[in-house]
C-alpha cells in the first residue's frame, strides 16, 4: 500500500513512517484497543506531519498501514519487521505471517513512493516525523526529553536541529530515546543512501497528544527545519 501524499513543492521532503493505527484488513487477534496504544503508531504523528507541511509547503508521505501489521521503519530482513510482540503485548495474528507477501503489499509499495518523490522533487533535507512514549508499559528509565533527535551516521542536519533547539531552551534527545544508529531504515535507505542529508524528528507523545500540542510544535519545528536547511544546503537560501 503506498503512502497518502501531501502535495507540495520545495526542498523539504516530509516522511510519517508510523502515521497509522489502521491494520487495512489484517486480522491480528489483539483487543481492539491496542490500536489506540503506542504499539500501533506513533501518537501525534499524522497530524504534526500535516502542520508542517501545511506550514512549509512542503510534500509529505504518511504510512496508512500499522505497524502492528509491519514495522516500514525496518529493513525487510530485519527481526521485528512483522512484530510478535510489542511493549509487552502479544501479536498472536503475526505468528504464522506470510512474511513476503506483507513486504510485496505494504513495504515495498512504501518505500517505491518514497523513491519517486525523491527523483521527482530531488529534496535537499528529509526529515522523518515520530513519536515515543514518556516511559515504556514493560519497564525501564522514565523518557525527560520533549524532544529528540535521530540520527546515523550524516549528522550534518541532526547537528544543525539539536543547536537551534537548544538555542530555543529545549531540552534534546540526542540519539534518544533511542539511538539513530541502531533504527534508522527509512533515512538510511533514502537519505544516507541518496547521499540527502537528513534527520528523525522524535516527539515525546504527550507533547502532541492535542490540537494545541500539535499546532505549537508545528510553529516550534518548521522555522528549525528552514534554518536546517539552510545550513546542510547554503544554496538553498530563498527556496522556502
Known amino acids: 500500500m503506498p503512502p497518502r501524499v501531501i502535495a507540495g513543492a520545495g526542498l523539504i521532503l516530509l ?35 500535516e502542520a508542517l507541511a501545511a506550514r512549509l509547503g512542503s510534500p509529505a508521505l504518511l504510512a496508512q498501514v500499522s505497524r502492528l501489521v509491519i514495522d516500514l521503519n525496518r529493513q525487510v530482513d530485519h527481526p521485528g519487521l512483522i512484530p510478535l510482540a510489542s511493549d509487552g503485548h502479544a501479536i498472536p495474528g503475526n505468528g504464522g505471517a506470510d512474511r513476503w507477501s506483507r513486504i510485496a503489499a505494504f513495504h515495498a509499495p512504501y518505500h517505491a513512493a518514497i523513491a519517486a518523490q525523491i527523483a521527482c522533487q530531488r529534496p535537499r533535507l528529509i526529515a522523518a516525523i515520530h513519536s515515543f512514549t514518556p516511559a515504556l508499559e514493560t519497564g525501564g528509565a522514565p523518557r525527560p526529553w520533549p524532544i529528540g533527535i535521530l540520527y546515523n551516521r550524516d549528522a550534518r542536519a541532526a547537528r544543525a536541529a539539536i543547536a537551534l533547539l537548544q538555542a530555543q531552551g529545549h531540552l534534546v534527545g540526542d540519539n534518544e530515546p533511542y539511538s539513530g544508529r541502531l533504527l534508522n531504515a527509512t533515512l538510511n535507505r533514502h537519505g544516507e543512501g541518496q547521499g540527502i542529508a537528513s534527520l528523525s524528528i522524535e516527539l515525546r507523545n504527550s507533547e502532541i497528544g492535542t490540537d494545541e500540542g500539535v499546532s505549537a510544535w508545528a510553529d516550534r519545528l518548521a522555522p528549525v527545519l528552514r534554518a536546517v536547511l539552510q545550513a546542510v544546503a547554503p544554496d538553498a537560501v530563498g527556496a522556502l
Open 15 to 49: 516522511l510519517c513512517d508510523h502515521a497509522s493505527n489502521d491494520p487495512q484488513g489484517v486480522a491480528l487477534g489483539i483487543d481492539p484497543a491496542l490500536f489506540a496504544k503506542h504499539i500501533a503508531y506513533d501518537i501525534g504523528t499524522a497530524a504534526l506531519t
